[in-house]
């Protein structure tokens, strides 16, 4: 099992950044898939940003292409997602979840096992 925590959430302004961290506790995540969702109000979640296991490959949803930066360091056991340029449409709670895998990426919510609790962005306009 693994277990996730998400922080760094808060209450800013647009266009300000902010920064996510997902730590990783119980197992090593340096074989994992990770990646950051997110769920606005009355919203459904969708997915934000993936990383691959070993960090070399990336991908974003079009929404936060060029704004929102997926990194990780796994001597840490943590992955980071830097927003810059926040605007109000950002504001959700941000998950982040991780699946076994080795090389890919993924951008669909059944294709990862462990999620965390969220951490809520709030940006005001």
């Known amino acids: 099992q693994v277990q996730l925590v998400e922080s760094g959430g808060g209450l800013v302004q647009a266009g300000d950044p902010l920064r996510l961290s997902c730590t990783a506790y119980?197992?090593?995540?340096?074989?994992?898939?990770m990646a950051w969702f997110r769920q606005g109000p009355g919203k459904e979640r969708e997915f934000v940003a993936t990383?691959?296991?070993?960090?070399?490959?990336?991908y974003y949803a079009d929404s936060v292409k060029g704004r929102f930066t997926i990194s990780r360091d796994n001597a840490r056991n943590t992955v980071h997602l830097q927003m810059n340029s926040l605007k109000p449409e950002d504001t959700a709670k941000y998950y982040c979840?991780?699946?076994?895998?080795?090389?890919?990426?993924?951008?669909?919510?059944?294709?990862?096992?462990?999620w965390g609790q969220g951490t809520q962005v709030t940006v005001s306009s």
């Open positions: 979840a991780a699946r076994l895998d080795y090389g890919d990426t993924y951008s669909r919510i059944d294709e990862y096992v462990y």
């Open positions: 990383i691959n296991d070993s960090g070399k490959t990336t």
């Open positions: 119980r197992r090593t995540i340096e074989n994992y898939a």
